[in-house]
C-alpha cells in the first residue's frame, strides 16, 4: 500500500513537472536542447535559437506529452532574422502551460535588427561601414541603435538636444497667394455704416469677362432688407460698380453665395475695393472671379467643415478662378468693422517654404517629411515626391500621408545625404549598401544596429474556426531595435514588438521593450485574457499597449497592470501608453505612465460598429502627458456611438498635463489646451471617481457634449486657464453629476467653471462640492452664469462650501487631506493613494 502512495505521488510530481529546454549562444541547433550549458565534449547541450526550440515543442505536444513545458533561453543577444510566429499548434492548455523565458530576467535580448561592423574612417568623425543586406534591395532602415541610444537620422534642421521638443523646427509657408490667406465661415462682420470699405490687392491670370460672387449673411429689416445697389465694388480707379443679388439670407450667420456683378479685368495686380455706399448691413465671408459663365461656387465649392477645410471643384482648363478670403483684406475702414484672424487654409498635395529654409540639396531621393499637420494633434511622415525650388513647394505623394499642411505647422525632413552634418546623424545609401556614421568622438562607433524587422513576436489564431493560440507565456525577455512603418492611418500608429490575434490567456510577464519602433503588444481579432504585467516599456517610438478590432473582433477581458511606461512616442507622437481603440472588459490598473507625447490611456467609440465600453482604468500613476499636441487630455475617452459606455475611471493621480501648439507665425506655445480627464465627443455613462488630477490647463475635466457621466470624490488642482470645462454640442448632453469633489486653485484669473453656453440642465446635479481659490474668494469664481454666487442662485451647489480643503503637502504633491478638512463634512472619501502606480500593483 505504501509503494501504491508513492508511485502515485511520483507520477503526479512527474506530470506537474516542467519539460525544460534550453536556448544559448553557445548552442547548436543539431542537439537536444535538454541541457542548460554544453558537455565537455560538445556532443549535446542547449539549442542556438528560438526557431528550433518552438520545433521541439511541436515535436514533444505531437508524442503527447502532458507536462508543462519551459523554453528557457541563457543571458545573451540573439538576432532574428524573422518573427517567431505562433500559431493554435503551438498552444499549451491551462494544466499544461508553454513558457519562454529568460534564464535571468532582461539579460536574453531579442533584436530585430541586424548588427554593423567594420567601421572604418572617411575622413575626421565620419565613419562609413558597409550593409550588404541593403544594397539594393527594398529594406529601408529607419533606426539605428549606437551603443544604448538612437542615432539621429540625417535632418534639416538638426535635432536640438537642448531642446529636444521646442527646437530643430522649420515652419510652413503659407501655399497660396494672400488674398487666399482665410477659411469659410469667418470673414469680416459687422460691415453697416455709410463708408465701410474693404481692400484687397489681387492678381488677375489672364484678360476676360469675369463673374463677381460674393459669400455674405444678412438680416436686415426694412429698406435695407435687400442690400442690391447698397453697396459697390471698385477695381483700382475704374467707375464703381453697383452690386445687385443681395437679398436677405434669414440670418447674419446664414451665408449663401449670389452672383453680383460681371467686371471686365485685364491680367495682371489690381486693387479690388468693396464699399457700403447706403447703409445696411452685411457679414462677408469671401468672394470670388471666375471667367467661366458656367462655374457656379454653390456647387463648386462644397464640403464645408467647421474647421474651414472644403472641396473645391476648379473650372475647366483655360478658365480662371480668384478665390478671395474677404478676412485676408488689406485694409478694412470702419468705426465697427470686425475681421478675423486670418486661418488660411491648408493643403495635403504640397507644403509651401520660406525662401532659405532649405539648402538646394541635390539628391533628395528617401527623404521624408516628419510634421504636425492641422491642429498638431497628431504627427505624421509622409515619402517626398519632389522638392520644387522656385515655387518654394515640397510636394507629398496623393495617398493622404498627412492631414492638410497649414499656416505655421511644425515640420523637420529626414533621410538627406547632404543632411549629414552633426554629431551622432546617420545616413544609408540603398544603391550601394554604405552606413555613414557621424560620431561625437574620433573613435569608431561600438554595438550598432539597423532596424530590420517591425515585428518579433507574432502570436496568430483562427478565432473564426475557434482554434485559438492560447496558454502561452513570455516572461523575463529584453526585446529591442525593431523598427516603424510609415502610415497613412497617422491618428492610430499600430506597429508593435508583440501581435497578438486570436490569443486568449497568454501573458507577457516582467519584459523590457527598450528602443523598439512601436508599440509593446498589440491586441486584436478578439484576443482576450491576455495578462500583460510588470512590464518596462521605455525609450519607444511609438506606446505601451495598443487595442484594436470593431465590435465583433475586439479584444476583450484584458489585464494590463503593474508595468512601468515611461519615454514614449519618439517618433509617432498621436499615441498612448495603453491605446484601446477599440475593446471593452478590459482592465488597465496600477500602471505607471510618465513623460508622453499625447494621452496616457485613451479609450475610444469611433462610431457604432468601433466602441469601448464597461474598461476600468484605476490605479495609476501618470505623469507629464501631452508633451508635444493638443486638445487632449491624460486620459481621454471618446463616444461617437452616442452611447452609454460603462466604462470607470478611477482612482488614478495626474500630474502635468501639458500640451503644445505651433503658431502661424512660427512659434511653438507650451503649455497649451489640456485636461486632466477629457471625456470628448459625446463621451457618456462615464464613472469618474477618486482620481487626483494637478496642474492642467483647460481642467481637471471637459466634458465635450456627453451625458450621464458621474463625476465625484476628485480632486482637482491648479489648472491655469479653468478649472473645470463644459462644451456642450447640442441637445444631447444632460443628465450628468458632479458630486463632492475638491477644486482648488492659485490663478485668480482663472475661470472656476467655464462652459459654451449658459444652460442649466447640463448636470442633473452639482453639489456638496468644496472650492478654494488660494489668496482669494473662491465664491466669486467665474462660472457661465457669472459668480459662483450667479450659480449657486441658479440651484447648484446647494450644500457646498468655499474653504481650504487643508492638504497634508500640496507642494509635494500630496493630496491626503488632513482630520480636520471640511471635506470630511460633505461625505468626501478617502482616496487609497498608497496603491496608486506600480506599487501598488499585487499579483
Not at 525609450?539 to 508595468?563: E, F, K, T, Y
Amino acid at each position: 500500500m505504501c509503494a501504491l502512495f508513492i508511485l502515485l505521488a511520483v507520477s503526479a510530481f512527474a506530470q506537474q513537472t516542467p519539460v525544460r529546454l534550453y536556448v544559448s549562444p553557445t548552442g547548436d541547433d543539431r542537439w537536444s536542447g535538454r541541457y542548460a550549458v554544453p558537455d565537455a565534449k560538445r556532443k549535446d547541450g542547449p539549442f542556438a535559437t528560438l526557431t528550433r526550440a518552438q520545433q521541439e515543442v511541436r515535436r514533444l505536444k505531437q508524442q503527447g506529452v502532458n507536462r508543462p513545458i519551459e523554453v528557457i533561453v541563457a543571458e545573451g543577444t540573439y538576432y532574428l532574422n524573422e518573427p517567431l510566429v505562433f500559431t493554435p499548434d503551438d498552444s499549451g492548455t491551462a494544466q499544461n502551460p508553454i513558457t519562454y523565458r529568460a534564464q535571468k530576467a532582461g539579460r536574453a535580448i531579442l533584436s530585430g535588427g541586424v548588427p554593423v561592423t567594420g567601421w572604418r574612417r572617411v575622413q575626421g568623425n565620419l565613419w562609413r561601414a558597409e550593409v550588404p543586406e541593403a544594397r539594393g534591395t527594398s529594406w529601408t532602415p529607419r533606426l539605428l541603435r549606437v551603443g544604448e541610444r538612437w542615432a539621429i537620422r540625417a535632418r534639416h534642421p538638426n535635432f536640438d538636444p537642448q531642446n529636444p521638443r521646442t527646437g530643430g523646427w522649420l515652419f510652413a509657408g503659407f501655399h497660396g497667394e494672400r488674398w487666399e490667406r482665410g477659411v469659410f465661415g469667418q470673414g469680416v462682420g459687422n460691415i453697416h455704416n455709410v463708408g465701410d470699405t474693404l481692400v484687397w490687392r489681387i492678381r488677375v491670370p489672364a484678360d476676360g469677362e469675369y463673374l463677381l460672387w460674393m459669400r455674405y449673411g444678412s438680416d436686415n429689416q426694412g429698406e435695407a432688407r435687400d442690400m442690391s445697389g447698397r453697396c459697390v465694388v471698385q477695381v483700382d480707379e475704374q467707375d464703381p460698380v453697383p452690386l445687385s443679388g443681395l437679398g436677405s439670407t434669414g440670418g447674419w450667420g446664414t451665408f449663401r453665395w449670389s452672383h453680383v456683378a460681371t467686371i471686365r479685368l485685364s491680367a495682371g495686380e489690381h486693387t479690388l475695393r468693396w464699399r457700403n455706399t447706403q447703409g445696411g448691413g452685411l457679414n462677408m465671408d469671401a468672394l470670388a472671379l471666375c471667367d467661366d459663365p458656367n462655374w457656379n461656387p454653390e456647387q463648386a465649392i462644397g464640403d464645408l467643415e467647421w474647421w474651414g477645410a472644403f472641396r473645391l471643384q476648379k473650372p475647366p482648363a483655360g478658365k480662371h478662378l480668384v478665390l478671395i478670403q474677404a478676412e485676408a483684406c488689406d485694409e478694412a475702414i470702419g468705426r465697427e468693422v470686425t475681421v478675423a484672424t486670418p486661418q488660411p487654409p491648408g493643403s495635403r498635395e504640397y507644403l509651401a517654404f520660406s525662401e532659405g529654409d532649405l539648402p538646394r540639396w541635390q539628391d533628395t531621393t528617401g527623404a521624408e517629411l516628419h510634421i504636425f499637420p492641422a491642429w498638431g494633434w497628431v504627427n505624421a511622415i509622409a515619402p517626398i515626391v519632389r522638392i520644387d525650388y522656385e515655387a518654394r513647394r515640397i510636394l507629398l505623394p496623393p495617398d493622404g500621408y498627412t492631414d492638410d499642411i497649414r499656416l505655421g505647422n511644425r515640420y523637420f525632413i529626414e533621410n538627406v545625404r547632404e543632411a549629414l552634418d552633426a554629431p551622432n546623424e546617420w545616413y544609408l545609401d540603398r544603391q550601394t549598401g554604405s552606413l555613414l556614421y557621424l560620431s561625437e568622438t574620433d573613435k569608431a562607433p561600438a554595438n550598432t544596429v539597423l532596424t530590420r524587422l517591425d515585428r518579433l513576436i507574432v502570436l496568430k489564431g483562427e478565432p473564426e474556426r475557434n482554434r485559438w493560440v492560447e496558454h502561452l507565456r513570455f516572461e523575463g525577455f529584453a526585446f529591442t531595435d525593431t523598427d516603424y512603418t510609415l502610415t497613412t492611418n497617422y491618428y492610430m500608429p499600430a506597429d508593435a514588438v508583440v501581435w497578438m490575434a486570436g490569443a486568449r490567456d497568454c501573458v507577457v510577464r516582467e519584459c523590457t521593450f527598450r528602443l523598439v519602433g512601436g508599440y509593446a503588444l498589440r491586441l486584436e481579432e478578439r484576443s482576450q485574457r491576455i495578462r500583460f504585467v510588470k512590464n518596462r516599456v521605455e525609450d519607444v517610438a511609438q506606446g505601451g499597449v495598443i487595442l484594436i478590432g470593431d465590435n465583433a473582433s475586439q479584444p476583450h477581458h484584458n489585464l494590463i497592470a503593474g508595468n512601468l511606461m515611461r519615454n514614449l512616442g519618439h517618433v509617432y507622437k498621436h499615441v498612448a501608453g495603453v491605446y484601446v481603440i477599440t475593446g471593452s472588459d478590459n482592465r488597465i490598473a496600477h500602471n505607471t505612465i510618465w513623460d508622453t507625447p499625447r494621452y496616457a490611456i485613451s479609450l475610444k467609440c469611433l462610431d457604432e460598429t468601433r466602441s469601448s465600453h464597461r474598461n476600468i482604468v484605476e490605479y495609476n500613476d501618470l505623469r507629464r502627458t501631452n508633451l508635444e499636441t493638443n486638445d487632449t487630455g491624460a486620459i481621454e475617452t471618446l463616444g461617437r456611438d452616442h452611447k452609454d459606455t460603462g466604462n470607470i475611471i478611477r482612482y488614478n493621480l495626474i500630474l502635468d498635463s501639458v500640451g503644445m501648439i505651433s503658431t502661424p507665425d512660427g512659434r511653438i506655445i507650451t503649455p497649451y489646451f489640456t485636461w486632466g480627464i477629457y471625456l470628448d465627443d459625446y463621451s457618456s455613462g462615464t464613472t469618474v471617481v477618486g482620481n487626483i488630477v494637478a496642474r492642467t490647463v483647460n481642467g481637471g475635466i471637459c466634458v465635450h457634449g456627453g451625458r450621464n457621466n458621474l463625476f465625484e470624490n476628485n480632486i482637482f488642482v491648479d489648472a491655469s486657464v479653468e478649472q473645470i470645462r463644459l462644451q456642450p454640442r447640442d441637445d444631447f448632453m444632460q443628465g450628468n453629476r458632479f458630486l463632492r469633489n475638491i477644486v482648488a486653485y492659485s490663478n485668480p484669473q482663472a475661470a472656476l467653471i467655464f462652459s459654451w453656453d449658459r444652460r442649466t440642465d447640463r448636470f442633473a446635479e452639482w453639489d456638496y462640492n468644496l472650492y478654494w481659490l488660494k489668496g482669494g474668494d473662491a465664491g466669486k469664481g467665474r462660472t457661465p452664469l457669472g459668480t459662483l454666487e450667479d450659480w449657486r442662485r441658479a440651484g447648484f451647489d446647494a450644500h457646498s462650501l468655499v474653504a481650504d480643503p487643508l492638504f497634508v503637502a500640496p507642494e509635494r504633491d500630496d493630496y491626503r487631506l488632513r482630520p480636520n478638512s471640511p471635506a470630511w463634512r460633505l461625505g468626501f472619501q478617502p482616496i487609497p493613494v498608497e496603491k496608486i502606480g506600480v506599487k501598488g500593483w499585487k499579483e
